[in-house]
């Protein structure tokens, strides 16, 4: 069996596309976990927005940019270009969280929220995967290589 590399195509959706986060778990009272609208971070307009952050930070700072001093304005970036909507989120009220662009960047720029805005990145970061396919290769393929040259 080969690998059918068209499976593997990259397919990116603009609007998005839901994405579960199961590293904090199920949710109790909906059996559901919360999760994400998130566009690929390898969306155009993220990956030249990121990449104009970081050259302005290059060349206010005179050298490349740690992942910290990046922030918050990173978490802007990924709040504006990548998220585009989420469900499960409570406030500390147990009141829903409606998402709102406006809170996105609210809870993406805050240090006390370093963990949603990475939830978000690996999220993004599976959009437009596809489940990789084999096909039948060749008998030759899969034979043992000879010992003899």
Same mark, same amino acid.
């Given at each position: 069996? &080969?690998?059918?590399?068209?499976?593997?195509?990259?397919?990116?959706?603009?609007? &998005?596309?839901?994405?579960?986060?199961?590293?904090?778990?199920?949710?109790? %009272?909906?059996?559901?976990?919360?999760?994400?609208?998130? +566009?690929?971070?390898?969306?155009?307009?993220?990956?030249?927005? +990121?990449?104009?952050?970081?050259?302005?930070?290059?060349?206010?700072?005179?050298?490349? #940019?740690?992942? #910290?001093?990046?922030?918050?304005? !990173?978490?802007? !970036?990924?709040?504006?270009? !990548?998220? +585009?909507?989420?469900?499960?989120?409570?406030? $500390?009220? &147990?009141?829903?969280?409606?998402?709102?662009?406006?809170?996105?960047?609210?809870?993406?720029?805050?240090?006390?929220?370093?963990?949603?805005? %990475?939830?978000?990145?690996?999220?993004?970061?599976?959009?437009? $995967? +596809? $489940?990789?396919?084999?096909?039948?290769?060749?008998?030759?393929?899969?034979?043992?290589?000879?010992?003899?040259?």
């Amino acid at each position: 069996m &080969g690998l059918k590399i068209s499976s593997l195509e990259h397919v990116v959706d603009d609007e &998005g596309e839901w994405e579960d986060i199961k590293v904090w778990g199920l949710d109790p %009272s909906t059996q559901k976990y919360p999760r994400v609208k998130v +566009r690929s971070l390898l969306s155009k307009d993220y990956q030249t927005a +990121r990449e104009m952050l970081i050259q302005k930070e290059t060349s206010n700072l005179g050298r490349a #940019p740690t992942s #910290p001093e990046l922030e918050p304005a !990173l978490g802007e !970036l990924v709040a504006t270009h !990548l998220l +585009r909507g989420w469900e499960g989120f409570d406030g $500390d009220d &147990g009141k829903s969280l409606a998402w709102s662009m406006k809170t996105g960047i609210d809870y993406l720029t805050n240090a006390a929220y370093r963990a949603v805005e %990475s939830q978000v990145i690996l999220a993004a970061s599976r959009v437009g $995967d +596809r $489940d990789a396919k084999f096909t039948e290769a060749a008998a030759k393929n899969s034979e043992a290589p000879s010992a003899t040259i």
